[in-house]
């Protein structure tokens, strides 16, 4: 969910503006994706990169992470979406991991659609943490096994990847998860992706051939 800031900017206001407007586009998105009957929905909040951004504007994420979750849990509850906080919490402070905690189990029985937000997350993260439970766990360090602990490991790898605010690069996402995912960038800031902007990201993605190593040939018939 890129460009919150930049919106801002272009606006003359400040970057928390934006990424309040983004929270916006957020729930919109949910939505979006509920009506089109998607089962997963994977956002990337906040990348364990991002505490290297003015404090004022961390702080301010946090304080809207808090907000959101106090509000939004009744509205996910009734959408039936069940909630997954997806990173390293041990550098986030106690109230927000009481939260989140909360608000995962208050999800838990929803069946509808699975909501992972990645917050204080890594790819390479995720990598390494798999990796040293496998490793305590006495298994041979192989796929599956890295694979079974990483941090979605509860949701089949994605189809699609979004990237809006024009930058062209995953920047430390699902970098385990993406190996045969299609790749869609857009140059619309995050603010402003709509239901519209949604749509043609779709149309986009099914023009594509997915062929996992196959030939296209193979694609259109697995007989050949």
Partial sequence: MDGNGRWASKRLLPRIAGHKQGLSA?????QACLVRNIGVLTVFAFSSENWKR??????????LLS??????????CEDG??????????????RVRSEMGRAEEATAHNTRMILNVCFN?????????????????GLPINEENLAANMALAHVPDPDLLIRTGGERRISNFLLWQLAYSELYFTDVYWPD?????????????????RRFGRTPEQVLDPSA
Avoid: T
């Fill in 26 to 30: 957020f729930k919109a998105c949910i």
């Fill in 54 to 63: 003015p404090p004022d504007e961390v702080s301010g994420l946090m304080e």
């Fill in 67 to 76: 907000m959101a979750v106090a509000r939004e849990v009744p509205r996910l």
């Fill in 81 to 94: 979406v069940q909630l997954h906080f997806v990173g390293n919490r041990d550098g986030l402070g106690e």
């Fill in 121 to 137: 997350y890594g790819g390479r993260w995720d990598i390494s943490q798999s990796a040293a439970r496998v490793s305590a766990a």
């Fill in 193 to 209: 992706f709509d239901g519209q902007a949604l749509d043609q990201a779709l149309a986009e993605y099914g023009q594509r051939q």
